[in-house]
Nanobody, 124 residues
Framework: QVQLVESGGGLVQAGGSLRLSCAAS????????MGWFRQAPEKERVFVAA????????YYADSVKGRFTISRDNAKNTGYLQMNSLKPEDTAVYFC?????????????????WGQGTQVTVSS
C-alpha cells in the first residue's frame, strides 16, 4: 500500500516557477513508476509527466516538454515536478500517481495510487 501527498502548489504569475512534491509512504514506492496528471476546471484529467522506478526514463506531454521536469528521490520516498515558464493554461489541480508496475506510463489507468491533488494557478 502506498499513500501519496502532494504539496507545493499555489498562485504564480505567468513566466514563474513552482516545484511540486509528492511524498509517499510505504517502502514499495521505489519499485513503482510515477506520474503527474492535471485536471483543469470542467475538463478531463490529462497526463503531464511520468518517470520509471529508477528515474532513468522520463516522459512528457507535448504541452509541457521543455518547461517541466519530473524527478524522484527514492531515498526520500518523494517525487517532484519542477515547473518553469508557467502559462495561464497550466492552471489546474495537479495529481501524482504511483504503481502498478516499475515503468512510468502516460495512462492514468496504469496507476494504483493517487494523491489528493494540489492547486496550481497561473495568473496572466
Amino acid at each position: 500500500q502506498v499513500q501519496l501527498v502532494e504539496s507545493g502548489g499555489g498562485l504564480v504569475q505567468a513566466g514563474g516557477s513552482l516545484r511540486l512534491s509528492c511524498a509517499a509512504s510505504g517502502r514499495a514506492f521505489s519499485s513503482y513508476g510515477m506520474g503527474w496528471f492535471r485536471q483543469a476546471p470542467e475538463k478531463e484529467r490529462v497526463f503531464v509527466a511520468a518517470i520509471n522506478w529508477g528515474g532513468s526514463n522520463t516522459y512528457y506531454a507535448d504541452s509541457v516538454k521543455g518547461r517541466f521536469t519530473i524527478s524522484r528521490d527514492n531515498a526520500k520516498n518523494t517525487g517532484y515536478l519542477q515547473m518553469n515558464s508557467l502559462k495561464p493554461e497550466d492552471t489546474a489541480v495537479y495529481f501524482c500517481a504511483a504503481g502498478r508496475g516499475p515503468y512510468g506510463s502516460i495512462h492514468d489507468w496504469e496507476y494504483n495510487y493517487w494523491g489528493q491533488g494540489t492547486q496550481v494557478t497561473v495568473s496572466s
